[in-house]
């Protein structure tokens, strides 16, 4: 195994090849290999993917993520876009992060035989069950036992392109997820969007990251109390086509000294009617 401060190999090398089989993995490092001195944005990344391969968006995301198993990809913002710079070897490569349960975990998730999202079962619908991680392990989610579940393949990739979608957000929501009170972690994710609208889908997984969260959208809904201005709508969901939530902050407040929960409860106690729950 490499040491995370060895050399990065040259593009087009054997080196590189045997540490990604894949051409359209090769190549996206050739080209953040290229631009280290001047690091390109998910935007750039993307259109040049596009011109080289036809690759969707949502497949150039996850190729990015992909790349991390092996290299350490720096991202830092530059006006309002997130450059992403090829820094070395990723320091944790050793094994596969997607594999590092063992065996019988993996048989203990599966075991109910039936896709947590959709229900198929291999026996009636022939689908292929795998272990999920419900919170993905980039933005902080564990190999425990509770936070793996069987999803059929196709539920699998559908979910990876929903968070690949994220992927410039994900140091911020890994920042948010490493907090302790649900409020925290819901108003820090909403403010990484600066006031985009963000699914109500991510903010359950977020608000969920620690300890399960029945009621985190009336956590969202609270950060009220605490003058932040909480926005939000009902429209279809463009990768299902259902009808979801979602939520912005348009104005938010620096947090409380202490227990963020305990200063709600106090606001709520004082008669704060304004805000309705
Ligand atoms: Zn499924």
Not at 33 to 62: H, K
Not at 210 to 226: F, N, P
């Amino acid at each position: 195994m490499a040491n995370s401060d060895e050399p990065l190999p040259q593009p087009d090398s054997p080196e590189l090849a045997a540490f990604l089989p894949r051409t359209d993995h090769q190549q996206l490092y050739a080209y953040l290999f290229e631009r280290r001195n001047d690091p390109p944005s998910m935007r750039e990344i993307r259109t040049y993917m596009l011109d080289l391969l036809g690759e969707a968006p949502s497949q150039t995301d996850r190729r990015v993520r992909e790349l991390y198993d092996q290299f350490k990809v720096s991202k830092f913002r530059r006006g309002k876009d997130t450059l992403y710079r090829l820094d070395g070897w990723a320091d944790n490569r050793k094994g596969n992060p997607r594999t590092s349960f063992n065996r019988r975990t993996r048989a203990q998730v599966l075991a109910p035989q039936r896709c947590a999202q959709c229900g198929r079962t291999p026996l009636d619908h022939n689908v292929v069950l795998v272990v999920d991680h419900k919170i993905p392990r980039e933005w902080g989610g564990s190999d425990n036992i509770e936070n793996l579940q069987p999803l059929c393949e196709e539920c699998n990739s559908g979910k990876k392109d929903f968070y690949a979608t994220y992927d410039e957000y994900a140091d911020e929501i890994r920042a948010a997820s490493s907090l302790l009170e649900p409020h925290a972690r819901i108003g820090e994710l909403l403010k990484a969007f600066r006031g985009d609208w963000v699914p109500s889908e991510l903010i359950g997984v977020v608000a969920s990251i620690q300890t399960h969260q029945e009621d985190w959208q009336k956590r969202t809904r609270e950060l009220r109390h605490l003058d932040w201005v909480i926005m939000s709508k009902r429209r279809k969901d463009p990768r299902t086509g259902r009808h979801i939530t979602w939520y912005r902050a348009a104005h938010w407040e620096p947090w409380p000294d202490g227990s963020i929960r305990a200063e709600i409860e106090r606001r709520k106690r004082d008669g704060d009617s304004s805000v309705a729950d």
